[in-house]
């Protein structure tokens, strides 16, 4: 069975950091595009950012691009988002996910999602 463990969130002030880490059990997610969304309250799911499987390429929402960096550790299956800078606005709960690139943008690969970690910025 698999199963994708979001921890790290927390409370942080504006311009604060945190690191985010996703760790996969159940499958070796070392062949897979990995990637992190956010739902922030009334909204829908949002794409933050993905890795390629090697950890070569790294592609980032607008909104997150130079603040936040994703990064892997394939021997321990696990997937990072160091998060610097923060706004009230990345207020949200965080997910790690297998993805795939669909013609609507990166999606969800296996419909699999952890239980997600709390991010709250405060002003």
């Known amino acids: 069975q698999v199963q994708l463990g979001e921890s790290g969130g927390g409370l942080v002030q504006t311009g604060g950091s945190l690191r985010l880490s996703c760790a996969a059990s159940?499958?070796?997610?070392?062949?897979?595009?990995m990637g992190w969304f956010r739902q922030a309250p009334g909204k829908e799911r949002e794409f933050v950012a993905v890795?390629?499987?090697?950890?070569?390429?790294?592609i980032y929402a607008d909104s997150v691009k130079g603040r936040f960096t994703i990064s892997r550790d394939n021997a321990e299956n696990t997937v990072f988002l160091q998060m610097n800078s923060l706004k009230p606005e990345d207020t949200a709960i965080y997910y790690c996910?297998?993805?795939?690139?669909?013609?609507?943008?990166?999606?969800?690969?296996?419909?699999?999602w952890g239980q997600g970690t709390q991010v709250t910025v405060s002003s």
């Open positions: 159940g499958r070796t997610f070392s062949g897979y595009y």
């Open positions: 890795i390629s499987p090697s950890g070569t390429n790294r």
């Open positions: 996910t297998a993805v795939v690139l669909r013609t609507t943008g990166w999606q969800n690969r296996d419909g699999y």
